[in-house]
């Protein structure tokens, strides 16, 4: 009988300066350090009113999404990997950000956050918050 071990990873590649990018999609581990440390992308993500003005808000996006790149490649909270999501060209941050949605969500973003509300609802867990969650450390490499 096939288990978990048995399972084929998903991920896509998508090529930037003549190299292919490993896109994994952002995982369990990925999620928790985007939402301890992006609060505001917590709030948007559970229907919840955000209390930052908008050019607050703006304002934080080019972070998050460096994190979200590094994230959805393999490296959660590496800031070498954001350093180099953050120099990408627009474009090609635009096109990971859309292979790292497609591979981490494959049915979508609404299904995917009604799951997750549904999971963390059913343990009894009011705040996504994680305690003791560690933020980005400086890249091994």
Do not use: W, Y
Request: hydrophobic content about 50%.
């Amino acid at each position: 009988m096939p288990g978990l071990l048995d399972v084929a990873p998903s991920f896509v590649t998508h090529p930037i300066n003549g190299t292919a990018v490993t896109v994994t999609g952002v995982s369990a581990a990925g999620f928790a350090v985007l939402l301890d440390r992006f609060p505001e992308i917590r709030k948007l993500l559970t229907g919840n009113a955000v209390d930052i003005a908008p050019e607050e808000l703006i304002a934080k996006v080019p972070t998050a999404i460096d994190a979200i790149l590094a994230a959805g490649t393999g490296n959660p909270g590496d800031l070498a990997a954001e350093a180099v999501a953050h120099n990408l060209p627009a474009g090609d941050q635009l096109e990971l950000l859309k292979k790292i949605v497609e591979v981490t969500m494959p049915k979508g973003a609404g299904p995917f956050v009604e799951a997750l509300e549904a999971i963390m609802g059913g343990l009894g867990v009011e705040s996504m918050s994680i305690p003791g969650m560690k933020l980005p450390q400086p890249s091994n490499a």
